[in-house]
């Protein structure tokens, strides 16, 4: 059994800044990618980053240059560094996570979501 649990949203003026991290808890024998997704009202999920195993990282362009994914293998966390907030960043942010328990497949983890919003 695996869980993500996920911490650091809030409310945060224009141009401030936020961490958002998840923890991976449970069997865990690796984990693969490790992604933040996020939802508005009346909005499609999107990908907002992306980081793999070895650390090669991917953003959508409206982030990009803002927001910095990281993770801590040790620890079983990744993270999401937002700074130069934008009121376009309010949303449900949730972490995925592709973990493998020992087995022969890996399968697809999510974290229970956080709420940034952003005011102007």
């Known amino acids: 059994q695996v869980q993500l649990v996920e911490s650091g949203g809030g409310l945060v003026q224009a141009g401030g800044s936020l961490r958002l991290s998840c923890a991976a808890s449970?069997?865990?024998?690796?984990?693969?990618?490790m992604n933040w997704y996020r939802q508005a009202p009346g909005k499609q999920r999107e990908l907002v980053a992306a980081i793999t195993s070895g650390g090669y990282t991917n953003y959508a362009d409206s982030v990009k240059g803002r927001f910095t994914i990281s993770r801590d293998n040790a620890k079983n966390t990744v993270y999401l560094q937002m700074n130069s907030l934008k009121p376009e960043d309010t949303a449900v942010y949730y972490c995925?996570?592709?973990?493998?328990?020992?087995?022969?497949?890996?399968?697809?983890?999510w974290g229970q979501g956080t709420q940034v919003t952003v005011s102007s």
């Open positions: 995925y996570a592709e973990i493998n328990s020992g087995g022969v497949y890996s399968y697809d983890y």
């Open positions: 449970g069997n865990i024998f690796s984990i693969n990618d």
